[in-house]
């Protein structure tokens, strides 16, 4: 292959950062990889995204722990993926919270994902013999629940299809700030190969239309403050339609998925070729795109053997 495929190659660990982004509020961040949010409430503390291993899961733990010793009562996953859930387990959350179409994408696709991200991301799976299994919720919702951490209110709401179709958002109304997951990114490719690209513009715009304080994207650094929210919303908005529309032309015109790829890497390269992990998301992107513009409305699986066959028309 031309390039080492998807991040095998990327080994380097990355410097952590741990944000607040409002009274009780942070965000883990490590410099594109998967992010985590950390919700202190009363008289406990809820998780977003639970991170690829154990081993990951307690580098946020001991974040928490800088700051609060409050019990963890609640974990929250904004989608299935396995670099976001398979760490569950280490912290021992009495509450796990996923949407009810993210819980049908773990019955549907899970250990596929697994076995597929395994592959694409080693460094994030070292320690990977102590995941105990796919990750289940405790608790489901079907439009948006509410949580309350003693007298702090926490909103988990699907607002719309984006980064895959079970993807929830979690707004904390007291101090206006948002956990989007990868529906938002910062400097960071957006993964689209399970990705809603007609559905994203609209689940943006519902997420502007909070006017929000701060986020914790799914990738990228904190955003704190009205113009670094609205920068990250407008850079993904145009992420996803620079990858959405040259891949759909090329289908209106029975062109091959190799003409998309050309045509995708030429509205792309020159805006986002420095985005963290923009390589290893290209061709699963592609991929979506292509597939999405010819009416296939719920992506296909993605599996390890899959994964290598697209690598080798694209990348090779």
């Not at 670099?83 to 899970?110: F, H, K, N, T, W």
């Not at 290598?308 to 990348?315: D, G, I, S």
Request: a negative charge; glycine letters at 8%; aromatic letters at 8%.
């Amino acid at each position: 292959m031309a390039k080492a495929f998807a991040s095998q190659g990327d080994m380097t660990e990355k410097t952590i950062t741990f944000d607040e982004i409002g009274d009780g509020l942070y965000a883990f961040t490590a410099e594109g990889d998967p992010n985590s949010g950390v919700i202190i409430g009363d008289d406990s503390v809820m998780i977003v995204e639970a991170q690829a291993t154990p081993r990951l899961a307690n580098k946020v733990i001991e974040c928490v722990r800088s700051v609060t010793d409050k019990p963890i009562s609640h974990l929250v996953m904004t989608h299935y993926h396995a670099v976001r859930v398979l760490g569950a387990s280490a912290y021992e959350a009495p509450q796990v919270i996923m949407s009810d179409i993210a819980r049908s994408m773990v019955v549907e696709r899970g250990q596929e994902d697994w076995e597929s991200e395994f592959q694409r991301f080693p460094r994030l799976f070292e320690g990977h013999e102590s995941i105990p299994g796919l990750t289940w919720p405790t608790t489901t919702f079907s439009d948006s629940m509410t949580v309350y951490l003693g007298s702090r209110r926490v909103d988990i709401r699907q607002i719309g299809r984006a980064h895959t179709a079970g993807d929830a958002v979690i707004h904390v109304p007291d101090a206006n700030v948002m956990f989007t997951g990868d529906i938002v990114e910062d400097h960071s490719a957006c993964y689209c190969g399970d990705g809603h690209f007609a559905d994203w513009g609209g689940t943006l715009d519902r997420i502007k239309a909070y006017d929000l304080d701060a986020i914790a994207p799914g990738r990228g650094g904190a955003l704190i403050g009205s113009e670094a929210v609205n920068r990250a919303i407008e850079s993904t908005r145009d992420f996803v339609d620079s990858t959405y529309r040259p891949a759909a032309r090329v289908a209106a015109k029975n062109g091959s998925l190799k003409d998309a790829w050309d045509a995708v890497r030429a509205a792309c390269d020159p805006k986002f070729s420095d985005y963290a992990i923009y390589e290893h998301c290209l061709p699963f992107n592609v991929a979506r795109a292509y597939d999405e513009a010819r009416g296939i409305d719920h992506p296909r699986i993605w599996t390890a053997e899959r994964d290598v066959e697209m690598w080798e028309q694209l990348q090779g």
